[in-house]
Antibody
């Protein structure tokens, strides 16, 4: 079973930045793409971004393009989501997830518990 | 981007009922379709992948069907632990869009 642990959430003012982290089991980290998915209060799931197993490819949802950046830290088995120019509508719980065969477009069979981000003045 | 539309957005059902949820894609996604269950306060759980393949450990009362643009998730006999929200997701191409969700509530 893959272990995923998100951290870095909190309350931040509009326009500010925040970095989320997702620590992944060492056995999985180097062979799997990692996704971020978010869910606003009382809302549905929204895919945010993905980074390939080797970091060579990254893709973003429309709401993240130009403001968020996903990266991998192989020394810490961690994926980061750097969020800038935060808006009220970015308020959500952010989950990281791994696909069932490691590829970027496969279904997500492992999820973390999520970390809350609240954008508020 | 591929749009995913689920219906209904909510439904009320009783234990033992047969429940059907539909998902429509804005273009053909072949069978690159997954279903997730989310209980309140928890992360989503993968139920079905490739439109009709049951994820390991998922009860056989769950089944999926469809291809192209139209898909169905069926729960043959609703159990108390099945109440929650169900989402479809297309895995055909990035961005991997989700449907809006179907909330299954007790009647």
């Amino acid at each position: 079973q893959v272990h995923l642990m998100e951290s870095g959430g909190g309350v931040v003012q509009p326009g500010k930045s925040l970095r989320l982290s997702c620590e992944v089991s060492a056995s999985t980290f180097s062979s799997s793409a990692i996704h971020w998915v978010r869910q606003g209060p009382g809302k549905g799931l929204e895919w945010v971004a993905v980074i390939s197993y080797d970091g060579s490819n990254t893709y973003y949802g429309d709401s993240a393009k130009g403001r968020f950046a996903i990266s991998r830290d192989t020394s810490k088995n961690t994926v980061h989501l750097e969020m800038t120019s935060l808006r009220d509508e970015d308020t959500a719980i952010y989950y990281c997830a791994t696909p069932r065969d490691g590829s970027e477009e496969a279904p997500f069979d492992n999820w973390g518990h999520g970390t809350w981000v609240t954008v508020s003045s | 981007d591929i749009q995913m539309t689920q219906s209904p957005s909510s439904l009320s059902a009783s234990v033992g009922d047969r429940v059907t949820i539909t998902c429509r894609a804005s273009q053909s996604i072949m069978t690159y379709l997954s279903w997730y269950q989310q209980r309140p306060g928890t992360a989503p759980k993968l139920l079905i992948y490739a439109a009709s393949s049951l994820e390991s450990g998922v009860p056989s009362r769950f089944s999926g069907s469809g291809s192209g643009t139209d898909f169905t998730l069926t729960i043959s006999s609703l159990q108390p632990e099945d109440f929650g929200t169900y989402y479809c997701q297309q895995n055909y191409g990035s961005p991997l869009t989700f449907g809006g969700g179907t909330k299954v509530e007790t009647k």
